[in-house]
């Protein structure tokens, strides 16, 4: 009872919050009614888009998202141009922590003690709520060399492990988060630029928006501390390189009647697991490699490192993966449910069948369901 | 710099180490190498894989891709479906699946899949639990094939002086001995390495700290059709008898890079701490969850070394070298002088340091210039066993405490039946026999 009592009055003044703060739901983050007084926003059909920060569901860890107005985009790939309708978004402001992300690697304990206690079990009925939780480090080095503050980018993870980590972040709460595209990552690192660079072509000026070419001995950079670009977003040039949808080979044709290409139309779905992009240049790369346009290519090398067969699923282990990480997007129109599994999900066999043998056979890595009431069966249990 | 080929002096405890060992054998007579014969380029080397876990495949995937006209032919494990899985990867790995011959009826499992895989092959992967090493490589270099030997190599004192003499068979057949104990194959910390001991460019080395911490790693689960020595064997982490704990299983390669650093001597005592604080449930078999170990080496050098698995605490993977003129970190490659300033870093190449150690394996056995990791792949191996053991006891231990030690861990016949437990050491209680004494009732 006296939790009630406790509690009570401060219900009642996060409701007073709310009906002065002109925001259209308490559970659409990011979205208002009326332009703010202070601070960027984008006009929508839906209201104003602002900066938002959020908290991941069950911890303290929070993480800040900017709104990207709509826009075309003439994307180019190698002789390829296609016209992209980029729809609004949010991106998260700075590249993924490891504050954030240790919180995912924390499910891999998590899941087995539920399967020490039979607990949450994954069944046919659920299991398109299931992520698999990154493997334990065997030797953490391979992933923190280059730092595992809180403030600096999670890095050495696959994309099959990033778009898990969107999985489990969304399930946990209301909002669809996902990688961005290629185009929408160009678009948005771009902030309405069409330079080199998002602040111009001289890369004197680099130092000043980007950790690059080893400036942080060995280390990546504590996360948005180098200037943003027009939008707010940091670190889009160097620090971790990016991972997006996209593999590296050229995206397909657009509309044949020359109308714009939906952001879907213009991602290059994977159809092997390498090469895939990298975006924006990192903590080790010269400034030509840091540009708007710069993409790295993912390899099998990268997990030259790794020591076991079949290779991790979710980590690289290798100079290369020390060299990646990844941001969020969070579109404004968010797809059917069931529209979302090729955000999240394996998007080859082989990728899943990897994962699960590493599950099942050699008990690296976990499997289990995300829901909003995670955290409190997570509380439970520890 | 990757083999053993340091000229410690003739009076150094490591070379009494060396000949103690087999000292009144009658292989000290043997004294002119009988070399087997370069394979030249051309010829086809059958390669053999016994203990088919995720570092077996990986291993024997690293030797098909270092070697061209190497071809797998034959899988050994004690349980048929981790030989089947192997297969499984191999046939699905394109760059290899090609240049393996493995069929249903070169498939063993059972507790003696060695020898018949051995019988079959021109070189031979050992990548079983370490408790096993020490019989399926004396097997190995006297049907007289080349080994890649998987760390550690040895559980147990007795276990490191029998690898030692089959070292010195395979030296005298000349037969290639590589040890994977991979840092010693990496070009970055190759290139570190040369920084302070031939450019000296932290000066003399003081002490080196030493760490190994790391969080938990997997475990198989159980089944009630298993016996408690299938349960044992398939989670062998857990068992001291099979794994030799975690200072040894895993934070070897920590230890192994410090007596690169001081010349694979042995060291001359240790002192440690160690227990179980987290991981305390049954299901984690007996072994610690943390040590931290003294070392004093000759000529006033220590090491100051740590290790852990525990989730959720701060991890750390380096040695850092504290000299005379400056300081170190391995495997962050860089060097800095007294001031903290960073002096140097590597830029070099980064090829896997898995399919380099490979690549000279086969190069060696391709050109008749054997290899031979032995000496350092031993007394590295005895360092952890040496740290298990002071953690274990609680006493400051000799050198020749730990290498004199009599016991051998395990059961001295295998078979699938409901093996004991050892219970969890406890410092200041535990004797060193205690361990090998619950196998004997």
Redesign the interface.
């Known amino acids: 009872m006296l939790r009630v009592i406790t509690t009570f009055p401060i219900a009642i003044a996060l409701l007073a919050a709310v009906g002065i703060c002109p925001q259209l739901h308490a559970e659409t983050p990011g979205l208002m009614a009326e332009p703010p007084a202070e601070g960027r926003s984008v006009k929508t059909d839906q209201g104003y888009m602002v900066e938002y920060t959020d908290t991941i569901p069950g911890t303290d860890v929070t993480f800040a998202m900017v709104p990207v107005p709509g826009g075309e985009y003439e994307f180019k790939q190698g002789d390829k141009t296609l016209h992209v309708q980029i729809e609004p978004f949010w991106m998260s402001k700075t590249e993924v922590t490891w504050a954030e992300y240790k919180k995912f690697m924390n499910l891999a304990i998590v899941f087995a003690k539920f399967d020490d206690q039979k607990l949450r079990q994954v069944t046919d009925e659920n299991k398109l709520d299931a992520v698999t939780a990154p493997s334990k480090l065997y030797d953490p080095g391979f992933t923190y060399d280059t730092g595992d503050e809180p403030n600096q980018p999670a890095v050495s993870m696959t994309q099959f492990a990033a778009k898990q980590y969107t999985k489990w972040l969304s399930l946990l709460g209301q909002n669809f988060y996902r990688l961005p595209s290629e185009a929408e990552w160009e678009y948005a690192c771009r902030a309405g630029s069409t330079t080199l660079y998002s602040f111009g072509d001289d890369e004197d000026e680099l130092e000043e928006y980007a950790w690059y070419d080893d400036m942080n001995d060995m280390q990546t950079g504590p996360v948005g501390k180098k200037k943003p670009n027009a939008w707010g977003l940091h670190d889009m040039h160097g620090n971790a390189g990016e991972w997006v949808l996209d593999s590296a080979n050229p995206p397909a044709d657009g509309p044949a009647d020359g109308s714009k290409a939906t952001v879907d139309q213009a991602v290059s779905w994977p159809t092997e697991v390498f090469p895939r992009v990298v975006k924006g240049g990192s903590w080790d790369s010269m400034a030509d490699e840091c540009t708007v346009t710069s993409r790295a290519e993912s390899s099998q090398d990268w997990k030259s490192f790794d020591p076991n067969v079949p290779s991790s699923s979710w980590w690289f282990a290798s100079y290369e993966g020390q060299l990646v990480g990844f941001r969020l997007v969070r579109p404004l129109q968010a797809p059917e449910r069931s529209n979302r599994e090729k955000y999240w999900q394996a998007d080859l066999p082989v990728i899943l069948d990897h994962a699960n043998r590493r599950i099942d056979e050699e008990g690296k890595g976990e499997r289990g369901i995300v829901d909003p009431e995670l955290p409190q069966a997570i509380e439970k249990i520890q | 710099m990757s083999d053993s080929s340091s000229n410690p002096s003739p009076n150094s405890r490591r070379d009494f180490l060396k000949h103690s060992a087999i000292a009144g054998s009658a292989l000290a007579a043997m004294t002119v190498p009988q070399y087997a014969h370069a394979a030249g380029t051309d010829e086809t080397l059958r390669v053999g894989l016994i203990g088919c ?3 077996g ?5 690293d030797a098909l891709m270092a070697d061209k006209n190497a071809r797998l032919v034959a899988l050994g494990d004690a349980f048929m479906d981790r030989a089947e ?2 297969l499984t ?1 191999f046939t ?2 394109a760059e290899v699946s090609d240049r393996v011959d493995v069929t249903k009826e070169t498939m063993y499992d059972g507790f003696d899949n060695f020898k018949k895989v051995i019988d079959s092959v021109d070189v031979v992967v050992l990548a079983t639990p370490p408790h096993f090493r020490p019989e399926h490589l004396r097997y190995a270099v006297e049907a007289g094939k080349h080994c890649f030997v998987e760390k550690p190599v040895a559980v147990d004192a007795p276990g490191v002086k029998h690898v030692q003499e089959s070292c010195k068979i395979a030296a005298e057949k000349g037969l290639s001995i590589v040890s994977g104990l ?1 840092w010693r194959y990496d070009h970055a910390v190759r290139a570190t390495m040369q920084q302070i001991l031939e450019e000296k460019a932290i000066g003399d080395i003081v002490a080196i700290e030493s760490k190994y ?9 159980d089944n009630p059709e298993w016996s408690r020595m299938e349960y044992q064997v398939r989670n062998w982490l857990y068992y001291t008898w099979l794994s030799g704990d975690h200072i040894a299983e ?1 934070a070897i ?1 920590s230890l192994d890079k410090c007596a690169w650093m001081l010349g694979d001597e042995a060291p001359i005592s240790a002192m440690g701490i160690g227990g179980r604080q987290q991981r305390t449930d049954p ?1 984690w078999g007996h072994i610690f969850d943390h040590f931290t170990v003294f070392f004093e080496f000759p000529n006033g050098k220590h090491v100051y070394f740590t290790c852990r698995q525990q ?2 605490t701060d ?4 040695e850092r070298v504290l000299g005379t003129n400056g300081q170190a970190e391995v ?2 490659n ?1 060097v800095y002088d007294n001031n903290g300033k ?1 002096t140097w ?1 590597y830029r070099g190449d ?6 380099v150690e490979h690549q000279e394996f086969f190069k060696s056995i391709r050109d008749g210039k054997p290899i031979a990791n032995g000496d350092y792949m031993c007394n590295s191996t005895m360092l952890a066993i040496m740290g298990r053991m002071a953690c274990y006891t609680g006493k400051t231990l000799t050198w020749e405490d730990c290498i004199n030690d009599t016991n051998r861990l395990g059961p001295t016949t295998y078979d699938w039946v409901d093996l004991p437990e050892p219970p969890v050491a406890i410092p200041g209680r535990t004797q060193l026999g205690d361990l090998a004494s619950v196998y004997q009732g």
């Open positions: 876990g995720g570092r495949r990986g291993a024997a995937i899985g192997a990867d699905a790995n991979c911490n790391a969080g938990t790693l997997w475990h198989r689960g895993q390669h299901k989730d959720n991890t750390f993977v380096d495997l962050k860089v960073r870093r980064r090829p896997s340091m898995y399919r």
